[in-house]
């Protein structure tokens, strides 16, 4: 199935335009068809969001592709067919759900099968190893990601294609947009093996002081696109030592307690009922970037629907 299909960049026959087309999407690179029983039919759609630039590409025939220069972290997962990608001597196959990782400045040759189309996402390489960074509470300069083909990757980028692929419900707030982009991000350094993960899975116990201060943040800047990783840099601690703590003081996450707060506001945004308010900008302006998931959240916390408590306002104003 093609993805992100609202987002054409380039249909190509030609090798130079369609080499064109994907270099200035990702990186420098060169194609070579394998065969001439069939015309190249390359198709590319593409979306960027912050630090992220995510693509549907396929070429429509077996082509052998070389990268150069590449100076961000690439992950690639085939919706369709195969993919077999070779780093020096070192090389993996992977299919369908299946996502391999290409690091910066190592170059990679990539052999798509004539069926092949694949999911490509890539991500600056500072916003990565800050956000790594962050977590671990201390300077991270490379991220070893391991070559062999790994699952998870579409789980975590499904709140992304949801978004892109249907209405534009999320993207327009800036608030829910920083969430969407985070949540890839983290998600990507919780799921994929990396010579840090060991260290980034570490628990750690921490005192009340830190998570009181970031209890703090929360209340007074809920606004704000707090993560785990964001707030645990705040008030100077590991994300895994500040998760700890929460659990230790608080009994939940950071992001539920965080969530706990946006509720709070978007229900104190729904009764004041101003002009022309709905259910979907309220709850995006917050940070809500699963509506169903909002809706059925809200509803335990405050006994009706948001909707509901939007026309209740309205009908008392």
């Known amino acids: 199935m093609e993805r992100l ?16 087309s994907v270099t200035r ?3 420098p690179h060169q194609i070579a068809p394998a065969g001439r029983d069939t015309p190249l039919d390359m198709r590319l759609n593409a979306v960027r969001l912050g630090s992220l630039t995510a693509g549907y590409l396929s070429y429509g025939q077996e082509v052998d592709m070389r990268t150069t220069n590449a100076f961000a972290y690439h992950f690639n997962m085939p919706v369709q067919g195969r993919a077999r990608s070779s780093f020096g001597r070192v090389s993996v196959d992977a299919g369908p759900t299946e996502t ?3 690091l910066p ?4 040759s990539i052999k798509w099968s004539a069926d092949c189309a694949q999911l490509c996402l890539m991500v600056e390489r500072v916003t990565l190893e800050q956000r790594l960074a962050a977590m671990l509470g201390r300077p991270v300069s490379r991220i070893a990601f391991a070559t062999a083909p790994q699952p998870g990757v579409l789980d975590v980028l499904a709140p992304f294609l949801r978004e892109f692929e249907g209405p534009a419900l999320l993207r327009r707030h800036p608030l829910a947009a920083a969430t969407l982009e985070q949540l890839v991000l983290d998600g990507l350094l919780l799921t994929l093996r990396h010579d840090h993960r060991a ?10 002081g830190p998570v009181r201060e970031a209890l703090e943040l929360l209340e007074e800047r809920p606004h704000e696109a707090w993560t785990t990783t964001t707030l645990a840099a705040a008030v100077a601690i590991s994300a895994r030592a500040l998760q700890s703590g929460f659990r230790l003081h608080t009994g939940v996450s950071p992001t539920t307690y965080l969530r706990d707060v946006r509720l709070g506001r978007v229900h104190r945004d729904l009764t004041a009922a101003a002009p022309g308010l709905t259910v979907t900008d309220a709850a995006a302006s917050w940070g809500f970037v699963h509506l169903g998931r909002f809706a059925g959240t809200y509803r335990r916390r ?3 629907s948001p909707s509901e408590t939007l026309r209740r306002s309205r009908r008392h104003r």
């Open 25 to 27: 999407v990702f990186l």
């Open 302 to 304: 405050f006994g009706e």
């Open 100 to 102: 391999v990782a290409y």
């Open 199 to 208: 260290e980034l899975e570490r628990a750690h116990r921490i005192p009340r």
């Open 5 to 20: 299909l609202n987002h054409p960049v380039s249909r190509a026959t030609r090798i130079d335009e369609a080499e064109d």
């Open 105 to 108: 400045d190592e170059p990679a």
